[in-house]
């Protein structure tokens, strides 16, 4: 049989490695990934101690400031943060939009305030979703706690950051009350609703291409200690749409909902609603512990019990990062037997790996190679196209595991980068996480850039948005036809970005 033409230039030696990878995963990367996480926990938390929060942010900030101000004398190129690639939890790109750029430090990574009274806490764009969670006082949260620790504020606000909640507060930028922005000239402005709100507007979704975040104030709501979980077996995706619609967009709807499309004849939604704490009509799962088995394989087995025998409680930071030690079904690839008993009862407090750690350590052919023959893509479609977008990802993708969340998309005034195009604002986020398609599996041809252009013409045609993170193969016509560019141009002209900063499509495009 002939090898795929997509891996044809990846050598042998890396191949083998990509595929045995556990090999050297689970007896060196994983203890050495464990050591990396607890020495930095250390030293981020012996660095709180030495000095005040506040006090070290601005001089970071006047750092960064003073930087920007001597870009045009150093002759730099765009301004990009100086942080490296292989921090990112995103997947890696084979293009690297920083070589060549102006790289700013901004290791913004402190929380500055908690204000119970205003129901607000305000943090550096590098505080991660783990730290923030962990900041929050007893009886709080944030409406919208995307479910991965390592993701970050700045991520989430410059990105993409949705969670099993967006479907009642939208997505994480609508719950951000301010940011403070460090522009092009140096200068540091505000931006909320009523001051500068046409960049405020205009950063979600925008990559760093209108400004370095320097801190952002986001909204608390209160919230009990418990997460009360059923979960609803389906039979086929049209099951599954209707199901996820009726939970997530009709009368009282429940306080979380996330759904699972696990083969044509096997879905599953959950519903949560808060809880002050565990009653009698459900089993107690502290399912944050690391002999548990990892969240996607325990839903799917709750969910063949009857709906009156699955319920469980939750405690609420255990519900919110259940997917951090499987990250979705991604730690299938890096250690095959991860979610066995033996293994998680012997070695799961090793789990997860940190993806930064595991990104540092890849040689060039087998990040090539995962590049190519594993998918990761992610879009938000219109409630009504759900079924269709469903089988459209099973048949250019090959892969039938699919992580879905409802959203309500809000329009704002002046519209952002991607602002509703149905009435009722309603979509849901479908996502396909390091899935290897089936014929990689079976050893066929796989052609991923045809594949996702496949993709990207179906969303286009049906109103839907590709995340930022993805590989994206749209032309630039096309990603301006996706993405409303008004208010983003007009904010790239008036705040001095143009020139300056990278343009959103050559920072997102694979081309």
Not at 3 to 28: G, K, M
Not at 45 to 53: D, E, H, K, P, Q
Not at 144 to 160: C, F, I, W
Not at 419 to 446: K, M, Q
């Amino acid at each position: 049989m002939s090898e795929a033409p997509v891996v044809r230039d990846i050598p042998r030696s890396a191949r083998w490695l990509a595929e045995h990878r556990w090999l050297y995963v689970v007896p060196v990367l994983l203890p050495l990934s464990k050591a990396y996480a607890v020495a930095e926990a250390l030293s981020a938390r012996l660095l709180r101690r030495r000095a005040g929060a506040v006090r070290r942010h601005g001089r970071r900030v006047a750092r960064m400031r003073a930087l920007v101000r001597e870009r045009e004398r150093r002759g730099g190129g765009p301004i990009c943060t100086a942080r490296p690639r292989w921090r990112s939890i995103a997947p890696s790109r084979e293009a690297d939009y920083k070589e060549g750029a102006f790289l700013v430090p901004a290791r913004l990574d402190d929380v500055l305030r908690v204000d119970t009274d205003r129901g607000t806490v305000t943090v550096g764009p590098a505080v991660t979703m783990g730290r923030l969670a962990a900041a929050l006082p007893r009886g709080w949260t944030l409406p919208v706690l995307p479910e991965l620790e390592d993701l970050t504020v700045g991520g989430l606000v410059m990105g993409y950051g949705i969670e099993t909640s967006s479907h009642r507060h939208g997505l994480f930028t609508d719950n951000v009350e301010s940011c403070e922005v460090l522009l092009a000239g140096g200068e540091v402005v505000v931006a909320d609703r009523t001051r500068n709100a046409d960049l405020f507007h205009a950063l979600p979704w925008s990559r760093g291409t209108l400004g370095l975040l320097t801190s952002v104030r986001l909204r608390m709501v209160p919230a009990a200690p418990w997460v009360r979980l059923s979960y609803h077996r389906l039979d086929s995706a049209a099951a599954l749409a209707e199901c996820l619609a009726t939970y997530a967009f009709g009368a009282d709807p429940p306080d979380f909902v996330e759904g699972f499309h696990f083969s044509p004849a096997e879905s599953l939604v959950v519903t949560g609603t808060f809880a002050d704490r565990p009653r009698g009509d459900g089993a107690v799962n502290r399912m944050g512990r690391w002999y548990k088995p990892w969240f996607h394989e325990h839903a799917r087995a709750r969910g063949r019990l009857s709906l009156a025998r699955n319920a469980e409680y939750v405690p609420l930071r255990d519900y919110w990062f259940r997917h951090s030690r499987g990250i979705f079904w991604a730690a299938e690839m890096l250690v095959p037997s991860g979610n066995h008993p033996l293994f998680r009862y012997a070695l799961g407090w090793l789990m997860p790996p940190k993806a930064a750690f595991l990104k540092r350590t890849e040689t060039p052919g087998i990040r090539r190679l995962y590049q190519r023959s594993t998918v990761t893509q992610e879009a938000l479609v219109p409630l009504r196209t759900l079924p269709e977008a469903i089988e459209k990802y099973r048949e250019t993708f090959r892969a039938d595991r699919m992580w879905l969340c409802p959203a309500t998309l809000r329009r704002t005034e002046p519209a952002g980068l991607v602002g509703p195009r149905t009435a009722d604002g309603r979509y849901v986020d479908v996502a396909v996480v390091f899935e290897t398609p089936e014929p990689v599996r079976r050893g066929l041809p796989w052609d991923s850039p045809k594949a996702t252009r496949a993709f990207e013409a179906w969303l286009l045609g049906h109103g839907g948005f590709q995340v930022p993170y993805v590989d994206s193969r749209l032309s630039r016509d096309e990603f301006w036809t996706m993405f409303d560019g008004r208010a983003y141009r007009a904010a790239r002209a008036k705040y001095g970005a143009d020139g300056a900063f990278p343009d959103i499509y050559d920072k997102v495009s694979c081309h």
